[in-house]
């Protein structure tokens, strides 16, 4: 017999910086560090990669919260990419709190490849914060939700 | 005004020293304004127009000019010369093949707020003093200036002219205006009540474009909502998404270019506040960046791309007051 699972289990998009934070997670893996299933990651070459249309594209297609890993400022593998994006995200964020969407559903946190340790954490209080937040209802699109 | 602008404009094209000029014309209504383009002092005499409904912004329009044959004349108020400059900052607009002069502006009225006050059939407008003399199909009407003005005008950020060759009338100063309050004021609401108050506005959006069309920031030949296959490109929306999407979207794209000139609400046919949202992404730039407006400094870089090694971390939006 088959026992339905009830529980709210978020869906979570990570980008992930593919020199370090991409790593990181490689690392946190063969360290056996355990972070929830639930979290998919998605490989950019550089945090400033990350358009705000992904964000929200991501969003739409059921996310129940967004992270962007990237280097330390001062570490990025292009210079100075993750300044950028630093700068992007925090406009971006403090749009969407402004239009009333939860902003503990998207954060930003800088992972380098050494720190699996810090991915995995990272992850589970991600995962922790947005299961306490619920569904997302105020970023959805009908049309993309299960039937 | 009209007279010593039309006098300009007859004389730069009679000695061949522009070959168009770039004003605003009546349409159907008195009210109905809209810029356009004179190459003769015929055209002129006949359709020139200047008074409190040239509201629109004709910096834009510049860069499509700017691409022909021989020089324009442009008439740039304070607003628009701000939009001109961060054209050029952009090299949108060939700075060579544009006269500018600057005009002055005390602020133009905006006929929503006429109709609301019971005046129909409009047929001009003149000033008198602090009031507005609307003659009407029924008769003049006497109203105060300060009750007609549209919102941006209320809150004017600038009379002064940041590009001209010439000046008609006197040269303004940057005031010290109140536009962020209306910012702050949503700030201190919850984020259910913001949600809800968004949700009302943008609600009635039709997904016309206008504010995107009009807006002298957005410039781009290939526009991202125009891609068929990104499923954003409908006429109307389909959900709520696609209006957040829209909107958070399109003021992110002129986020830290736009200079306020608040010609999307102007165009709006919903009358959607979207100079809110581009006005909350100038605030946070102030107050995280330093303080910035678009257009006022050609040499300065802006703020989306450039960065200082102790800016502040994106949690800043989560523990920040006044942003509950």
């Not at chain 2, 070959?19 to 356009?36: H, L, M, N, Q, T």
Request: proline share 3%; glycine share 6%.
């Amino acid at each position: 017999m088959q026992v339905e699972d009830k529980e709210f289990r978020p869906t979570i998009v990570a980008f992930c910086c593919n020199w370090c934070s991409y790593a990181g997670a490689d690392l946190s893996g063969t360290n056996r560090l355990q972070y929830p299933a639930n979290v998919k990651i998605i490989r950019i070459p550089c945090s400033c990669r990350l358009n705000p249309m992904f964000i929200l594209r991501a969003f739409q297609r059921g996310a129940d919260g967004v992270i962007l890993c990237g280097c330390h400022p001062g570490d990025c593998h292009y210079t100075t990419g993750n300044y950028y994006a630093r700068r992007r995200m925090t406009l971006l964020f403090s749009m969407l709190d402004f239009l009333g969407i939860e902003k503990e559903r998207t954060r930003v946190e800088w992972v380098s490849a050494a720190e699996g340790q810090k991915f995995a954490e990272t992850m589970n209080d991600f995962v922790a914060t947005v299961t306490k937040l619920g569904e997302n209802h105020r970023l959805e699109d009908l049309r993309c939700k299960k039937q | 005004m009209q007279e010593a602008m039309i006098a300009k404009a007859k004389e730069l094209l009679a000695n061949g020293s522009v070959s168009r000029v770039i004003g605003w014309k009546k349409g159907e209504f008195s009210y109905d304004i809209s810029p356009a383009v004179f190459e003769t002092a015929e055209q002129i005499d006949a359709d020139f127009v200047y008074d409190f409904f040239c509201a629109a912004n004709v910096s834009k329009y510049l860069m499509k000019e700017s691409r022909k044959e021989g020089k324009t004349l442009a008439f740039l108020k304070p607003c628009d010369s701000y939009s001109f400059a961060q054209l050029l900052k952009e090299h949108r607009i060939d700075r060579e093949k544009v006269y500018v002069v600057g005009i002055e502006c005390y602020g133009k009225a905006d006929i929503n707020k006429i109709r609301e006050k019971g005046i129909d059939g409009v047929l001009g407008i003149k000033e008198d003093g602090t009031n507005f003399v609307i003659d009407s199909l029924y008769g003049d009407a006497t109203v105060a200036k300060m009750d007609v003005y549209a919102e941006r005008c209320l809150n004017c950020k600038s009379k002064k002219h940041i590009d001209v060759d010439e000046m008609l009338g006197e040269e303004g100063d940057v005031l010290d205006s109140k536009r962020f309050d209306e910012v702050a004021k949503l700030e201190a609401m919850t984020p259910d009540e913001r949600y809800e108050f968004w949700r009302g506005e943008l609600s009635r959006c039709i997904r016309c474009n206008a504010c995107r069309n009009v807006c002298p920031a957005c410039t781009c030949e290939n526009c991202v909502f125009d891609n068929p296959n990104s499923d954003i490109n409908n006429k109307a929306a389909a959900t709520s998404f696609e209006e957040n999407m829209y909107h958070i979207i399109r003021a992110f794209h002129v986020a830290g270019r736009c200079t306020d000139c608040g010609e999307c609400s102007r165009v709006c046919p919903q009358n959607i506040p979207i100079h809110l949202l581009n006005r909350k992404f100038i605030k946070d730039i102030n107050e995280l960046y330093g303080e910035y407006q678009a257009g006022a400094n050609p040499e300065e870089r802006y703020p989306l791309v450039n960065f200082t090694f102790g800016d502040c971390e994106p949690s800043i939006v989560h523990k920040r007051g006044g942003n509950q």
